[in-house]
């Protein structure tokens, strides 16, 4: 079993930077992937990043790619989501999700571990 908790959260002005983390809790194999997906109200809950624990390989949705950087320390088993150039759409609650078994990242059927989620606004 395995436990996420993300922090990082709060609210900041449009063009502001954030850092989100992922603690991790429990047993992680090779394997896994580690993701992050944001649900803004009434929305689907969508794929941000994600990055494979062996090896570092990323994926971006299209809408992040270059504002967004998603990385992990293996040692301290944290994941980070390093949001810069904030923008009100931006604004969800941001979740932290890991896979057992390689797959496609971008999907939320992927991942079998979610965390509470923690909140970000952008004001304008």
């Known amino acids: 079993q395995v436990q996420l908790a993300e922090s990082g959260g709060g609210m900041v002005q449009a063009g502001g930077s954030l850092s989100l983390s992922c603690a991790v809790s429990?047993?992680?194999?090779?394997?896994?992937?580690m993701g992050w997906f944001r649900q803004a109200p009434g929305n689907e809950r969508d794929f941000v990043a994600a990055i494979r624990w062996n090896g570092g390989d990323t994926f971006y949705a299209p809408s992040v790619k270059g504002q967004f950087t998603i990385s992990r320390d293996t040692a301290k088993k944290t994941v980070y989501l390093q949001m810069s150039s904030l923008k009100p759409e931006d604004t969800a609650k941001y979740y932290c999700?890991?896979?057992?078994?390689?797959?496609?990242?971008?999907?939320?059927?992927?991942?079998?571990?979610w965390g509470q989620g923690t909140r970000v606004t952008v004001s304008s």
């Open positions: 429990g047993r992680i194999v090779s394997t896994y992937t």
């Open positions: 999700a890991a896979a057992q078994e390689v797959g496609r990242p971008q999907l939320r059927f992927t991942y079998d571990y």
